[in-house]
């Protein structure tokens, strides 16, 4: 134990860093993930312990974009790139279980059928939304399975797995069942009134990874190599550390605006209507794009705005600190301007660098909440009105003491 500790003090800086409830924001290798939810780093001088978590980013590196295909998408809001399995093919199984083998790891790995969203088994058309809600081949109340082809035809019916792995079995409404040579597929949808996922009770962590995989699982653990732990479908994970940008905590001490419903909210558009706030998405429906230092990072989580807009959250005093990632989209606001200004219980925290955002790197927010009531988020109209002027707020968060 003694050896193993001179060994992690005598390592050189890791990328690293930890959230706490606490102010500190410690830098350094990870050693130790434990179950009860603590980070051990391994800083150039110490090993120090975050208790209660609320999560890790390697710094340096920026959160990659979301994977576009072959890509897994399931009922937890997994997003899994997929590699072929030894049959050549991206996707195989039967009715109740698929089989893919997962960018990042070399295991088959069995999804149930009802956890399955889409999956698309070629890259998508560049003008493809991000959100399955929001594409056009796929109705909105759907009951039945769609699969799309390579040259956009669609067709739909009952999924009753595939065939040798060459074709995919689709029972049409009416007449026999049909085998699709999976050559020809591009994208298969599953029925969504059969779809089920598992409500945790308490704290699991969300991960993304460097090729854009998006994971959620419990029972984390890690050493100074490998991270471990159970997706919500039930396989088991394991994933190398140098394959690991961030882990988020859910359910811990940090509560995310967009899972909260504001008390308030207030819009107004400059020459025309207003732009509705969106939760985890832009007010255009993208990801929330924002520069840092590292570059270009796509946020899971966080608030889209648009001047005018007010989102008014009640915290009843029960939280120490608000804090967010603030700045101009990174596609949509290259030459915009906003106002922005952060309130608690009435009184403006001064937080200069909002107040006149401007495109470039995205501004850190932390704000004290201790015993506050109330927190206003205001986005105001810049010089030019609200052109190129969408705000995103990522990792939009309140912290629990």
Known sequence: ????????LAAPPSDFVATGPGEARPAGRIVKIAADGSVELATVDRVVTIRDAIGVRRSGVPLPPLPRG?????????????????????????????RVRPLFSESVWEVPVSYAVLAWLAKPPADTPIDPARYA??????????????????????????????????????????????AELSAVAFNPTLARNRKVKGPYARLVLRDGARLAVTQATADAETLKGKSL?????????????????????AVYLADLKPKKVEQAGFLGPAWAWSANRTVRGEPLRLLDAA??????????????????YDLAGKFKRFEAVVGL????????????????????????????????????????????????????????????????????????P
Do not use: C, Y
């Not at 072959?70 to 050549?88: E, F, M, N, W, Y």
């Not at 270009?296 to 005018?308: A, I, V």
């Not at 608690?344 to 200069?352: A, H, I, S, T, Y």
């Open 1 to 8: 134990m003694f050896l193993a500790l001179v060994l992690a």
């Open 233 to 253: 479908f039930g396989q088991t994970v394991e994933i190398p550390l140098t394959d690991l940008v961030s882990l988020d905590v859910i359910q811990g001490k």
């Open 295 to 312: 570059g270009e990072s796509t946020f899971d989580r966080g608030l889209g705005s648009h001047p005018r807009t007010v989102l008014t």
């Open 137 to 182: 081949w796929l109705p909105a109340d759907r009951n039945r399975d769609f699969i799309r082809l390579g040259n956009g035809d669609t067709a739909s019916g009952a999924f009753s797995g595939f065939k040798d792995d060459v074709g995919l079995r689709l029972k049409p409404e009416t007449g026999d069942e049909r085998l699709v040579p999976v």
């Open 329 to 400: 989209d990174a596609a949509t606001g290259t030459r915009g301007r906003a106002a922005v200004r952060v309130l608690v219980d009435g009184k403006e925290q001064p937080l200069p660098e909002l107040q006149k955002l401007a495109a470039g790197p995205a501004i850190p927010v932390s704000v004290n909440v201790t015993g506050a009531k109330e927190l206003a988020l205001i986005v105001d109209f810049g010089p030019a009105g609200d052109v190129q002027s969408d705000v995103n707020w990522g990792d939009a968060r309140l912290i629990e």
């Open 70 to 98: 072959p890509v897994l998408l399931t009922t937890a809001g997994d997003r899994i790139p997929l590699q072929k399995l030894d049959s050549g093919t991206f996707l195989a199984g039967d009715d109740q279980s698929l």
